[in-house]
């Protein structure tokens, strides 16, 4: 908690931060008017909340997943409280120009793939970082980043944005925060900083600030709800070398809800094999405590054990000390080669240490993280219940067979009648047209179909005008169509307008979904024109990028746009809404 | 002429010429289906929607749409194929189906498991191989089959030139075909390289012989030179049994009619039938008569009751006489009296032969006709490699089993290394039971089937197998055929043991059937598992070895000793049944 700022003597402070610490939300709205109203009792003049002259304050966000969006609104509601008269602004809705009215400015903003910006911030990125952006003198700012130290480009696109804005004449007031998978921390202890150290700030926005953690709802990302899985099985036929699973959740009796775009958040827990490995290579014991549990629990349950980065191998090197390890993370480019496809065990086996216990191993490890997957139904046509589409994640490298976690746990571990933790997120960034008559088109090759079976669900149930066309593709037709009878049965129905089908190894050549838009261009081109929308989930490394660039061609194609022209038509699209993407 | 009152009469009416919508549900990639109408039809082109029956459950449980695929019967006149021939086949089966080639009983080739996006390319390549599929299947004069008997080349060449003449004559005309597979661009309708019948009011310019209804029901010819009847004349709807002047000269054919297998569990209007004599005729008025007998049965067979089409039924209903004399005012001359001419067995003559001008033929027995692959027997390999060689022929038999004709001198050595090494040399060294066994291919492609065949005949002759060694018949050939359904595609009722499929794992045990296919068997035992078929047999058999006269056939014996009536004629096949003591 803030008291840098505190007009409070010491003594005093304490007391009302012993007073604000575990609170409901109720408790803490109820207090923090209480305290108002001592303000206004005493005829104090300290109390901006209400003073009418509030100072106003910019938050501008860049969010992907939703989490930066998430977050602007956790910064709102504590600036408010804290006496700010804040707006907040998407980079996706804005220009960088608008900058130069905000004289106080908090940024969130996540890092993607490649040290890429949100889809929804791509144009504002470009134009923030050329040569034609104006200057900012005397802008107070703080910029928090979003990112996870297991990519190598962890959180650059807070690192530039709070470079840029510095360079273009801003005032840092509060250092800038890079926060890992899980920012929740991080994230809080920048907002009381950032916040306090803009100029105005009351005793309310402390009491705020310390209960933004607290839980708002029933069952969220820091309280699971544990769902019983009602089904699970193999979408891939025999002969199939995929293993794509549809996985029915009950949410019975917990309250939750949700809409056709969201995500759900996955704990996994780690295998057992995988937390073997472990205590072989470190030499521990499975059956040593660590707090109130076991060791072999806690590396289940709340250590990530198989992710390696550099960050990691630095924190392990740390308590190791190895002159070889060293060395070999300091020659980058080599170190990057040796990490891809190796995991923590990979480390430690290779630069083993005699003395870890387990307070010094467990610290070096990052929390188990959940993992999201695109909503694969519509409560519409499934009271009750949230459908995941999850790809099994399986391979060898390097001698060793690897899993990815979450999906591995959810395919290996756990089967109907068992219960998994799980919480919502929402992700405003894919949504359907607010009007059902609105054409959407779908490009959801492999697990990508997931979330537009919830928005066909969805359209089915409300039964929407707007025509709905779907691309899918997979590697066969006999095996991988995932979800063909309920597509077929959509199609009967008229529900489903068109369905095209892109087989890669049906036939010698390779045929992928930006091929079948190619060959469909003047159709999608009408349709979009028509004002459809357009929407693209699942791979972000290949797939998203082909589909964009079949997108710009058959604007030059159909809509006799250049190059510049169909860049420009796209990002407009985007801007409207009607271009969305779901990607990793 | 009137559309009769089956359904697959209306479709014929509708489908101009054949084409129904067969090239719109090739061009739909959501389903590996096409539409129920349009599976009839394809028949016509020689092809077969199926779908593997082992795993439909599991793909409805997965969403998806039960395994399709297709057969492909390629029409081989007399099953003679060239070397270059034998190779396409063999990498059609490798690249677009599933991996096999099946020999069928009406020496044809059979392609299983093509999916429809390989279809036209598959068909497309078969007739690049100077094969076709146009009435392997369907309402139509199908494949014509010859004896291949290599040890009368002169004969042969002459029956086979006819069994070609008989099978260009009686093709469907329509361009459908052409138009549909062959994507040459020119529309060129299938070569017509004789004179075109006249026009007569039923028929019409784009079908000069069958009209637009076609036939009501399939249709078969086969020409037989004795003493061999292996293809088994009297079970096809129109025959030529050779009529020999010394030992190469063909004075002309003794025509037969209304030979037919199928018919239905339960319904004793339908039965099978073994065909009559119509007539003797010259070898240049064979097939004039041939079109003639295609045209009465275009006429006055049943199209109101499908089970009743045959051209059996026809026979059967209008006698002999009368059938005879439509021939006679279609031909405009008289048929002769029949020759005599003696049939002496039915099955194949294995192994070695070498021919007057000295080449050498090899017939080998392939197990139900099936060609693939084992670690223990590289059949598919080892003909392929004979395939790059041979400098004669391939021909398929009428049991499914394979002659590698021609082999000249100078090529000997070569092929019995080849064949020596994989383990083809001994192929016929097996119990003259299996010698002279067939099965039809039933579970799990084919959707008439009511139990196991092809997959389960093998095991049962093993089992029987054991009895027959025990009492010293392995060299004394019994036929012995099996089919998944009572449609009778391995001819059971004219073997001496005929299984015919029920329910899963259950079979009619029919006996008594002709050594040379000169008489139907008849039900000895209904629904016997196939597990006590052995069981069954076995006293019998005893008795048979113990109890036999000098030269007598199984089947002759079964009905002297007592254990069956004779079924003397086609509508009596369903009389005289006698619960019998099962020896259980």
């Given at each position: 908690m803030s008291s840098s700022n505190s007009p409070l003597p010491p003594e005093k402070l304490l007391q009302a931060q012993n007073l604000a610490a575990g609170l409901t939300q109720d408790q803490a709205n109820w207090l923090a008017g209480f305290y108002s109203g001592i303000g206004f009792a005493t005829g104090g003049a300290a109390a901006p909340a209400q003073s009418g002259a509030k100072t106003p304050l910019t938050v501008l966000y860049g969010s992907e997943s939703g989490n930066a969006e998430k977050l602007s609104g956790t910064i709102q509601k504590t600036a408010d409280k804290a006496g700010f008269k804040t707006k907040v602004v998407n980079m996706g809705d804005s220009k960088p120009g608008d900058l130069k009215k905000a004289e106080n400015l908090l940024v969130v903003i996540s890092t993607w793939g490649e040290g890429d910006p949100p889809d929804t911030a791509v144009d504002y990125y470009e134009e923030f970082m050329g040569d034609g952006m104006a200057k900012l003198d005397g802008v107070k700012f703080s910029v928090c980043g979003l990112g996870d130290t297991s990519y190598e480009h962890f959180c650059k696109m807070g690192?530039?944005?709070?470079?840029?804005?510095?360079?273009?004449?801003?005032?840092?007031?509060?250092?800038?925060?890079?926060?890992?998978?899980?920012?929740?921390?991080?994230?809080?202890?920048?907002?009381?900083?950032?916040?306090?150290?803009?100029?105005?700030?009351?005793?309310?926005?402390?009491?705020?600030?310390?209960?933004?953690?607290?839980?708002?709802?029933?069952?969220?990302?820091?309280?699971?709800?544990?769902?019983?899985?009602?089904?699970?099985?193999?979408?891939?036929?025999?002969?199939?070398?995929?293993?794509?699973?549809?996985?029915?959740?009950?949410?019975?009796?917990?309250?939750?809800?949700?809409?056709?775009?969201?995500?759900?958040?996955?704990?996994?827990?780690?295998?057992?094999?995988?937390?073997?490995?472990?205590?072989?290579?470190?030499?521990?014991?499975?059956?040593?405590?660590?707090?109130?549990?076991?060791?072999?629990?806690?590396?289940?349950?709340?250590?990530?054990?198989?992710?390696?980065?550099?960050?990691?191998?630095?924190?392990?090197?740390?308590?190791?000390?190895?002159?070889?390890?060293?060395?070999?993370?300091?020659?980058?480019?080599?170190?990057?080669?040796?990490?891809?496809?190796?995991?923590?065990?990979?480390?430690?086996?290779?630069?083993?240490?005699?003395?870890?216990?387990?307070?010094?191993?467990?610290?070096?490890?990052?929390?188990?993280?959940?993992?999201?997957?695109?909503?694969?139904?519509?409560?519409?046509?499934?009271?009750?219940?949230?459908?995941?589409?999850?790809?099994?994640?399986?391979?060898?490298?390097?001698?060793?067979?690897?899993?990815?976690?979450?999906?591995?746990?959810?395919?290996?571990?756990?089967?109907?009648?068992?219960?998994?933790?799980?919480?919502?997120?929402?992700?405003?960034?894919?949504?359907?047209?607010?009007?059902?008559?609105?054409?959407?088109?779908?490009?959801?090759?492999?697990?990508?179909?997931?979330?537009?079976?919830?928005?066909?669900?969805?359209?089915?149930?409300?039964?929407?005008?707007?025509?709905?066309?779907?691309?899918?593709?997979?590697?066969?037709?006999?095996?991988?169509?995932?979800?063909?009878?309920?597509?077929?049965?959509?199609?009967?129905?008229?529900?489903?307008?068109?369905?095209?089908?892109?087989?890669?190894?049906?036939?010698?050549?390779?045929?992928?979904?930006?091929?079948?838009?190619?060959?469909?261009?003047?159709?999608?081109?009408?349709?979009?024109?028509?004002?459809?929308?357009?929407?693209?989930?699942?791979?972000?490394?290949?797939?998203?990028?082909?589909?964009?660039?079949a997108l710009m061609d058959i604007a030059q194609e159909h809509g006799g746009k250049d190059a510049k022209e169909a860049k420009d038509w796209l990002s407009a699209l985007r801007k409207e809404k009607r271009y969305q993407r779901d990607v990793y | 002429m009137k559309v009769g009152k089956t359904a697959n009469e209306g479709i014929k009416d509708a489908s101009n010429y054949l084409r129904g919508t067969i090239l719109e549900g090739l061009a739909n990639t959501s389903t590996g289906s096409l539409s129920a109408d349009d599976q009839q039809l394809t028949k016509f082109h020689g092809i077969y929607q199926q779908d593997n029956r082992d795993i439909r459950r599991e793909r409805r449980k997965k969403k998806l749409e039960p395994a399709y695929s297709f057969m492909i019967r390629v029409r081989v006149p007399g099953g003679v194929s060239t070397p270059q021939q034998w190779l396409d086949m063999d990498r059609i089966a490798q690249e677009h189906a599933n991996g096999a080639i099946k020999l069928t009983t009406r020496q044809a080739f059979q392609f299983h498991g093509v999916i429809k996006g390989n279809l036209k390319r598959s068909i497309a390549e078969i007739n690049e191989a100077l094969f076709d599929t146009l009435a392997a299947c369907g309402d139509v004069n199908r494949n014509v089959m010859c004896n291949p008997n290599p040890n009368q080349s002169k004969v042969h060449g002459e029956v086979l030139r006819l069994a070609t003449d008989i099978s260009d004559h009686l093709s469907p005309r329509t361009g459908a075909y052409h138009d549909i597979w062959i994507d040459d661009g020119t529309g060129e309708k299938v070569k017509v390289t004789y004179d075109p019948p006249k026009i007569d009011d039923i028929a019409d310019e784009e079908e000069p012989i069958y009209g637009k209804l076609y036939l009501p029901r399939k249709f078969k010819t086969v020409i037989a030179v004795p003493p061999s009847n292996d293809v088994d004349i009297y079970a096809h709807d129109l025959g030529y049994i050779a009529i020999l002047e010394g030992d190469d000269k063909i004075v002309g054919y003794n025509v037969t009619v209304g030979g037919g297998m199928g018919m239905t569990h339960g319904n004793e209007e339908t039965f099978p039938r073994l065909a009559d004599q119509l007539g003797f005729c010259t070898p240049e008025q064979a097939i004039l008569v041939g079109e003639a007998v295609v045209r009465v049965q275009r006429d006055f067979g049943n199209r109101d009751v499908r089970t009743n089409a045959r051209l059996k039924y026809t026979v059967e209903r209008m006698g002999i006489d009368a059938f005879r004399e439509e021939v006679e005012k279609l031909c405009g001359f008289k048929l002769g009296e029949p020759r005599d001419f003696k049939f002496e067995h039915n099955g194949d003559r294995y192994g070695w032969i070498e021919d007057h001008t000295g080449n050498f033929h090899y017939t080998m027995f392939i197990e139900n006709g099936r060609i693939y692959d084992t670690d223990d027997y590289p059949l598919m390999t080892g003909l392929r490699e004979i395939a790059k060689t041979h400098d004669g022929d391939f021909r398929l038999t009428a049991n499914?089993?394979?002659?590698?004709?021609?082999?000249?001198?100078?090529?000997?050595?070569?092929?019995?290394?080849?064949?020596?090494?994989?383990?083809?040399?001994?192929?016929?060294?097996?119990?003259?039971?299996?010698?002279?066994?067939?099965?039809?291919?039933?579970?799990?492609?084919?959707?008439?089937?009511?139990?196991?065949?092809?997959?389960?005949?093998?095991?049962?002759?093993?089992?029987?197998?054991?009895?027959?060694?025990?009492?010293?018949?392995?060299?004394?050939?019994?036929?012995?055929?099996?089919?998944?359904?009572?449609?009778?595609?391995?001819?059971?009722?004219?073997?001496?043991?005929?299984?015919?499929?029920?329910?899963?794992?259950?079979?009619?045990?029919?006996?008594?059937?002709?050594?040379?296919?000169?008489?139907?068997?008849?039900?000895?035992?209904?629904?016997?598992?196939?597990?006590?078929?052995?069981?069954?047999?076995?006293?019998?058999?005893?008795?048979?070895?113990?109890?036999?006269?000098?030269?007598?056939?199984?089947?002759?014996?079964?009905?002297?000793?007592?254990?069956?009536?004779?079924?003397?004629?086609?509508?009596?096949?369903?009389?005289?049944?006698?619960?019998?003591?099962?020896?259980?």
């Open positions: 690192k530039d944005f709070d470079a840029r804005l510095a360079a273009l004449g801003g005032e840092r007031v509060f250092d800038r925060a890079d926060c890992d998978v899980d920012f929740q921390a991080s994230f809080d202890k920048w907002l009381d900083g950032a916040i306090g150290a803009l100029p105005s700030a009351a005793v309310a926005a402390d009491l705020q600030a310390a209960v933004t953690a607290a839980p708002t709802a029933a069952y969220d990302k820091a309280n699971p709800y544990e769902a019983e899985i009602l089904e699970k099985v193999v979408l891939n036929g025999t002969g199939s070398i995929k293993e794509t699973l549809h996985v029915e959740l009950s949410l019975e009796g917990s309250g939750l809800t949700y809409q056709p775009g969201d995500a759900l958040g996955v704990y996994p827990v780690n295998r057992a094999a995988d937390v073997n490995s472990i205590l072989a290579a470190t030499g521990l014991k499975a059956n040593a405590k660590l707090g109130d549990k076991t060791l072999v629990e806690a590396l289940q349950i709340e250590f990530d054990i198989t992710s390696l980065s550099a960050a990691i191998a630095m924190k392990y090197n740390g308590v190791v000390g190895s002159k070889d390890l060293e060395a070999a993370i300091d020659d980058k480019a080599t170190f990057k080669d040796w990490i891809w496809g190796r995991q923590l065990v990979d480390l430690i086996e290779a630069y083993p240490f005699k003395e870890w216990t387990p307070e010094s191993f467990t610290e070096i490890l990052r929390p188990l993280a959940p993992r999201l997957y695109s909503i694969a139904s519509s409560l519409k046509a499934h009271e009750d219940e949230v459908h995941l589409t999850i790809a099994a994640v399986r391979y060898n490298s390097h001698g060793r067979d690897r899993v990815g976690v979450c999906s591995t746990f959810v395919a290996d571990e756990v089967n109907v009648g068992d219960k998994v933790r799980v919480y919502f997120h929402s992700n405003n960034n894919f949504r359907l047209p607010e009007s059902g008559d609105t054409d959407v088109i779908m490009v959801g090759p492999g697990t990508g179909i997931a979330p537009f079976r919830a928005f066909v669900e969805e359209r089915a149930a409300t039964e929407a005008k707007g025509k709905n066309w779907l691309f899918f593709g997979d590697q066969h037709f006999s095996y991988d169509f995932l979800y063909q009878l309920e597509w077929l049965d959509y199609l009967d129905d008229g529900i489903l307008t068109e369905l095209t089908t892109a087989f890669s190894r049906d036939q010698k050549e390779k045929v992928y979904v930006q091929h079948r838009l190619m060959e469909h261009g003047a159709e999608i081109w009408k349709q979009l024109e028509g004002g459809a929308h357009f929407y693209v989930c699942g791979d972000a490394s290949r797939m998203a990028k082909d589909v964009h660039q | 499914q089993n394979l002659i590698i004709a021609n082999i000249s001198p100078a090529k000997k050595a070569e092929i019995e290394k080849i064949l020596e090494a994989h383990k083809m040399l001994d192929s016929y060294e097996r119990s003259a039971l299996r010698l002279n066994s067939m099965a039809c291919v039933s579970l799990p492609t084919c959707g008439l089937a009511l139990a196991e065949s092809q997959r389960y005949l093998p095991d049962l002759i093993t089992e029987i197998d054991e009895v027959i060694e025990n009492v010293g018949l392995r060299h004394d050939a019994i036929t012995i055929r099996m089919t998944g359904c009572p449609n009778g595609c391995a001819r059971p009722y004219i073997s001496e043991i005929g299984f015919v499929g029920r329910a899963p794992g259950k079979y009619n045990l029919y006996l008594g059937g002709g050594f040379h296919g000169e008489r139907l068997s008849k039900l000895y035992a209904p629904s016997v598992k196939g597990t006590d078929a052995a069981k069954i047999l076995k006293p019998i058999i005893e008795d048979y070895a113990k109890n036999r006269e000098e030269g007598e056939h199984f089947g002759d014996f079964t009905i002297r000793a007592g254990y069956l009536k004779a079924t003397e004629n086609g509508r009596d096949f369903h009389k005289d049944f006698v619960e019998p003591e099962l020896a259980l």
